[in-house]
């Protein structure tokens, strides 16, 4: 288990970079042989993005869900993205290939995913007494003080903090 960090953080990055949201939802829980494959596809897409940071894939977390899984993942660029969906040498072509072969519209295995585009200072992300996690693991993880206290600073704006921050060290209650 990662160690937990008191305190109020954010995450930050000086360069657009894109937020993507991928899953599966299992639509037929008796249909083993359908989202069985479906989900063991991505261990083998994040171990590739993993040893291989020239790709473009900054970071992220997964969730399990009732019905799936889920991942957030932070990207360098929509080009990068992009380029290892489509590229024949990554694994992700070929499992959208067996995907569409296997399941195609039988409804056993829905998939989904969200693409979104950030431009810098147009992001917000706050983490109190976390672990590194999230855009902060997957950037640089600073301290939410000053300029970076409030989401509306944090955006661009100015305004006072709606609840005082807490102190930086801990009461010892």
Excluded: C
Excluded at 96 to 124: C, M
């Amino acid at each position: 288990m990662s160690q937990v960090i008191p305190g109020r953080f954010t995450a930050e990055i000086d360069e657009p970079f894109v937020v993507f949201l991928i899953g599966m939802r299992i639509n037929k829980f008796f249909a083993f042989s359908k989202w069985v494959p479906t989900a063991r596809a991505m261990s083998p897409m994040l171990r590739s993005l993993q040893q291989n940071p020239d790709k473009g894939f900054l970071g992220g977390e997964t969730f399990i869900y009732w019905r799936g899984v889920g991942l957030i993942q932070y990207w360098r660029s929509f080009e990068d993205l992009e380029r290892f969906a489509r590229n024949p040498s990554d694994p992700h072509l070929k499992a959208w290939q067996r995907f569409n072969q296997a399941i195609g519209v039988d409804g056993s295995v829905g998939i989904w995913h969200e693409t979104y585009l950030i431009e810098p200072g147009r992001y917000k992300a706050i983490y109190g007494n976390m672990p590194v996690f999230g855009l902060a693991a997957a950037t640089k993880h600073v301290p939410a003080m000053g300029r970076k206290e409030t989401a509306r600073r944090r955006l661009g704006g100015d305004n006072v903090p709606g609840v005082p921050s807490p102190p930086t060290e801990p009461s010892g209650i």
